[in-house]
Every structure is written in structure tokens, then in C-alpha cells.
């Protein structure tokens, strides 16, 4: 008896100090509730299935979710879950990225200037239900506004210069930006493909030795596009489906044949979008042969002389074609005042603010039912969590805030415009989900705030150096809508079966053939001798097709829906064959007799409770610990607590 009780003291104090390294930062105490089965949100196939492993977690430290991350785990509330990958229909691969690492793309990089455009006033945004009233304008902004005058004297002409190029710029912006509203409004009226990814348009000034290579007629050409050409581009890439690329200038079938979506007749949709335009520009808009180009008027000769020179006199009496005054008439926009954005970190507890802007979201971004979005399903999905919060130390290893369950408030004028759901844990920042205001779709709030986040990591390795990932959750490469998680470089995924990180850009060959791949086997030959993703190509000749896959499913792209894929765990969920699905790689490491059972309050080893079972008993629990183990890995089942009630 004395001997029993010691080993449970034992096994107590193995698991409390085990994972923490000496903190003891809690115990992890789970319920296995099996394989579950559920409709894959992911695919439109018909009788598609995802089959994942479930644990319900009653406790959970951050120590043991870090390594369950690194094994494939996931948590939507206090349910775990990891999908069996050579089983579903979609395989899920987790995906990091090394902060320190990160390289903006042009895009990222034009969210960040976007945002401060907006923020000091240069980017005025329409709300929804203004945009619903101007048929030129959906889903973006109404134009930007430049700044005025600070200052009555003539100052030094190379200042001036570069505050009229600057005001260029904006104008050029703005109109960058109502191409863009046309591009959403073509897609609305279903005149494009609404389930592609545009790319974002560009507006260039017209050098006057291009004028001269032009032909006749052309000499007040302004600015010129080329959004068309590129559009074409993403189009031929994207669509499997040729249907996607032939449409009807009215998005329907005219005469039994359709308009095929060239350069030439994307520019004359977009041109006649921008019609409204011309009377608030003073410019003439016309398509020509797949540009956007922009013409000045007679009427309007001042715009020629304005941007073609450069120089303005700051002393230009009223109504005599100061470039100030002329500039906030052609953007038909009074300047837009300046904005306060704040970013507060907060454990994760229930806020009805936060509970009124996801339902809004769910609603108008997700299309979903009022009376799916509950507050219990809200609270189950975003605010319950089994991680045990851990305070900062001060001694270096766990950041200001701590680690745990936290919502990340975007807090704009002093109203609450996007909500970050992360964890923070020992090694990375974990991104779980992220809804934000819908009338402000044009800042990219998604991507803008997983720009914030990845900040957050590099600045907080100063106070925790073992911070050092940013984790996107999982990434599908059949699935359109998680292509973007690839395009914050370089980013890495992991190896279903050994669970080690290889590199996306070796991976992504291997995933474009096969949607579940043992990426461990590519990214180094048995010899050491790395593999370039050049050559990976004839080692994928070597495996076997499964034709059962498909190649791609066409699941529509939200622009902004990063971090919101919805693991909901009210899904009709069915208990799966009990048959167990074991890893030989984690059973050879592993004992079931090892592991640590919680049973009426004690912690014990299998080993010491099986002879309280009858065979059939026995033998059906150590089918389930064999399979637990091969799930969670040998080291995490004999310090976690498998709790049996």
C-alpha cells in the first residue's frame, strides 16, 4: 500500500514538472473521445468525409500544447482534434513560419501602406450600405483625399516638388483603388468569377517619350493600366473549369456563346464601370486594347498642365487652377480626418463588443444562419479554453503577457473592428481564428493583422528567446481559400508521419501531384544529400497515383479570410470503426503500460491498474491506449493524464 501511494505521488510530480521544465505550470488532463467522422467543410464532393482523432481536454498546459502542435494537433475550444491524414479527404498540414525569417511580399507590404493611408486620413472608406447606393462602388472605397496646405508661403521649389509629386502619387492611388471598386463590382454582378483572387490594380503615369510611340490622337494620354492583362493571367492559371473563363458580358449565356474573358473585353467591362467617374475627374476613361488608359479633356486642359509640369505656385488665387484645389475636385472627396488604431492583448474571457462583431461577421462574410451563431456556440468555439494560463516570470522565459488563451483587440476610434484568437505558448504565437467588421473589408484586416502578429513575435524574443514561430494553423493545397497561408515567406510544413518541418517550396511540387505525401522522404535522400525541388519530379514518378484524389476543389476565396477557417465541433460528428490506426514509428518508442491513467482522482500507470480489469475490458482499453499513443506520441501519453473519469 505504502509503495502504491508513493508511485502515484511520483507520477504526480513526473507529470506536473515534466513538461514545464521545472515551473510547474499545471497538468494536462485529457478524455479520448476516438476517431470522428464529419462532412469535409473544405470540398464540395458529394459524400466527402473527414475523418480526424478527437480529445476532449479538461486541463491543458502550454508545454504539452506546443508539442501537440508539433504533431498535427489542433484545438477548436477544449476539443482537440488531428486529422488522419492518409484517411481524409483533404489532408491538413500544419504550417509555421520563422518570424525573424519573414519577407513581406508586395502585397503585404501594400496592405501596411494602405492602413496608414488610411489611418492619417488619405483613404476615406464607404460603409456597406453607402456602397450598396452607388452602383460604381462594392466592397472598397469611395477615393482618396490629399493633403492641404500647411502653410501660405512660397517655400523652397524642391520641397514644392516633392509635395506636388506626393499628391501625384495619391491621385494615382485613388484611382488604383477605383479600378479595384469596378473589379468588385464586376464580380458582384457575376460579370467575373467571383471565387478567384484578383490581383489589386495599378495606375502609372504615361512618360511623354511612350506619348510619342503612340498613335495619333493620343497626345493627352495621362495615366495607363495594364490591370487587365494581368487578370487574364490569374484567370488562365486558375480555372479548371472552362466556364470560368468564358462568360457573357452580362455573366450569363448570350445566343448559345459565351464572351471569352481576353484583356480586351475585361478593360471595356472595367472602363464602362468607371463611366461615373469622368464627371468628378475631369478625365476621359477608354479602354484600349486591354489598357485602362485616361485622357484629360479641353475642358480640363488644367490637369495636363498641373501633373505634366510639377510645379505649382503655392499663391494660386482660388478658381485659377491651383493643383490643391483641382486634385479634391477630381477625387469628388472632402480630405478624410485622421484615425486611432490601438492593439490590446487581453485574456481570452467573454466581451459582448467582441460577441456583436462576430455575428456580424458570420453573418455577411460566412452567410451563416442567425440561429447558428449563438452565444454559447460562440463561447464553446472562441472563448473556452483548457490552456492554463501562465504569468511572466521576469526571469526570461515567458513574455509580459504570459502564455495562454488571448484575444487580440483592433481597436479603431474606440470601437472594436477585428478580433485575433491566438495562443500564445513556448515556442510560437498560434493563430486560431480572426472575424473583423465587414464594412471595412478594403484594409485587409485579415492579412493586416497577421502582419501585426508576426511583429509581435520578433519584438517579444527580446523578453522569451524561445519565441520564435508564427503558426497559421493548418494549410490544404487542394483547397483555394488556405493558398494565401503559403504566401507569408518562407514557411514551412509538417511531415505527417515524422513529424519534421520541411521547407513549402520543396513541399508544394510534391502536393501539386498528390494531396497526402510523406514530405520527410523528400526533403533529404538517405544519405544526407538535400533534394532540390528540380529534382523531385522523378522521385514522385515513383509512387503511386491515387486516382481517387481529386487534383483541386474549387472552394470559393475570400480575399480577407485569414486565419477563419471554422473547425466547428458542433458538426454532426459520427464515432468511427473502433479499429485501431497505429504509427509503427510511435509505438516502438513507446509502452502502454506507461502511460498515465487518471482514474477517481488517482494517477497511475496502466501497468499498475490493468489486473483490475477483466480480459475484455483489458483488451478493449489497450486498444484504445495503443491508439492514443501513436496519436499523441509515447512522451506526451506517459505525462499527460488519460483520464477514465
Not at 244 to 262: I, P
Not at 335 to 348: A, D, N, Q, V
Not at 503 to 517: E, G, N, Q, S, T
Request: glycine residues 8%.
Amino acid at each position: 500500500m505504502a509503495e502504491k501511494k508513493k508511485m502515484r505521488s511520483e507520477a504526480s510530480s513526473s507529470n506536473s514538472g515534466t513538461s514545464s521544465g521545472g515551473n510547474n505550470r499545471g497538468e494536462s488532463v485529457v478524455v479520448d473521445v476516438g476517431r470522428r467522422r464529419s462532412s469535409c467543410g473544405y470540398c464540395r464532393s458529394g459524400g466527402r468525409t473527414s475523418i480526424s482523432h478527437g480529445l476532449w481536454a479538461q486541463s491543458l498546459t502550454v508545454d504539452d500544447y506546443q508539442a501537440l502542435l508539433d504533431k498535427g494537433w489542433r484545438r477548436s475550444g477544449c476539443f482537440m482534434y488531428k486529422p488522419e491524414m492518409e484517411r481524409t479527404c483533404c489532408p491538413s498540414y500544419t504550417i509555421r513560419m520563422k518570424a525573424s525569417d519573414f519577407l513581406p511580399s508586395k502585397e503585404q507590404l501594400r496592405v501596411s501602406k494602405r492602413m496608414q493611408r488610411f489611418l492619417d486620413g488619405s483613404l476615406v472608406v464607404k460603409k456597406s450600405d453607402e456602397l450598396m447606393e452607388d452602383s460604381n462602388t462594392s466592397k472598397d472605397s469611395c477615393g482618396r483625399s490629399h493633403h492641404e496646405s500647411t502653410s501660405s508661403a512660397v517655400e523652397d521649389p524642391l520641397t514644392a516638388n516633392r509635395e506636388e509629386k506626393s499628391k501625384e502619387e495619391q491621385f494615382l492611388h485613388f484611382l488604383s483603388d477605383q479600378i479595384d471598386t469596378a473589379v468588385c463590382a464586376c464580380g458582384d454582378s457575376r460579370e467575373f468569377p467571383c471565387d478567384i483572387q484578383l490581383p489589386k490594380a495599378s495606375v502609372k503615369k504615361v512618360a511623354p517619350a511612350k506619348k510619342k510611340l503612340l498613335v495619333k490622337g493620343t497626345e493627352d494620354l495621362l495615366y495607363s493600366s495594364n490591370i487587365s492583362f494581368q487578370m487574364a493571367a490569374v484567370l488562365r492559371r486558375a480555372a479548371k473549369d472552362v466556364h470560368l473563363l468564358k462568360l457573357s458580358s452580362h455573366g450569363a449565356e448570350e445566343n448559345g456563346q459565351f464572351t471569352e474573358l481576353t484583356p480586351k473585353v475585361i478593360a471595356e467591362k472595367l472602363a464602362n464601370y468607371l463611366k461615373q467617374l469622368e464627371e468628378t475627374s475631369g478625365l476621359l476613361i477608354r479602354a484600349c486594347n486591354g489598357h485602362i488608359n485616361f485622357y484629360s479633356t479641353k475642358r480640363q486642359a488644367w490637369l495636363d498642365d498641373i501633373v505634366g509640369k510639377g510645379t505649382v505656385s503655392k499663391e494660386s488665387p482660388q478658381g485659377s487652377g491651383g493643383k490643391e484645389n483641382l486634385l479634391k475636385k477630381s477625387s469628388g472627396c472632402l480630405p478624410g480626418k485622421k484615425h486611432r488604431l490601438e492593439i490590446h492583448l487581453k485574456r481570452s474571457t467573454f466581451d459582448p463588443e467582441e460577441y456583436a462583431l462576430y455575428r456580424t461577421y458570420q453573418l455577411k462574410v460566412h452567410n451563416d444562419t442567425p440561429e447558428r451563431v449563438t452565444e454559447s456556440s460562440y463561447r464553446r468555439f472562441l472563448v473556452d479554453t483548457p490552456l492554463i494560463f501562465v504569468p511572466s516570470s521576469g526571469d526570461g522565459t515567458v513574455p509580459p503577457c504570459g502564455f495562454g488563451s488571448f484575444h487580440q483587440q483592433y481597436v479603431l476610434d474606440g470601437r472594436v473592428v477585428a478580433v485575433g484568437v491566438i495562443d500564445i505558448l513556448p515556442m510560437c504565437l498560434s493563430s486560431k481564428y480572426l472575424f473583423w467588421d465587414p464594412d471595412l473589408a478594403i484594409l485587409s484586416l485579415g492579412k493586416y493583422s497577421a502582419l501585426q502578429e508576426i511583429s509581435w513575435v520578433k519584438e517579444n524574443q527580446v523578453h522569451c528567446p524561445s519565441l520564435q514561430y508564427y503558426y497559421l494553423g493548418y494549410y490544404i493545397h487542394s483547397c483555394n481559400k488556405m493558398r494565401y497561408k503559403a504566401a507569408y515567406h518562407p514557411s514551412e510544413l509538417l511531415c505527417p508521419l515524422r513529424y519534421e518541418w520541411v521547407l513549402f517550396d520543396v513541399a508544394k511540387p510534391l502536393l501539386d501531384r498528390k494531396p497526402y505525401v510523406v514530405l520527410s522522404d523528400f526533403s533529404t535522400l538517405q544519405d544526407g544529400v538535400s533534394v532540390a525541388p528540380s529534382h523531385l519530379q522523378d522521385h514522385m514518378e515513383l509512387e503511386d497515383d491515387d486516382s481517387g484524389q481529386e487534383e483541386s476543389h474549387g472552394f470559393p476565396i475570400d480575399d480577407d479570410d485569414e486565419m477563419a477557417e471554422l473547425d466547428d465541433e458542433d458538426s454532426d460528428y459520427e464515432l468511427g470503426p473502433e479499429t485501431s490506426c497505429l504509427t509503427p514509428l510511435e509505438i516502438a518508442g513507446g509502452d502502454v503500460g506507461n502511460i498515465l491513467i487518471g482514474l477517481k482522482g488517482s494517477h497511475l500507470r496502466y501497468k499498475e491498474l490493468q489486473q483490475a480489469f477483466g480480459p475484455i475490458e483489458r483488451s478493449y482499453l489497450e486498444t484504445q491506449l495503443q491508439r492514443y499513443m501513436s496519436a499523441v506520441g509515447a512522451e506526451l501519453s506517459e505525462r499527460m493524464v488519460y483520464s477514465l473519469g
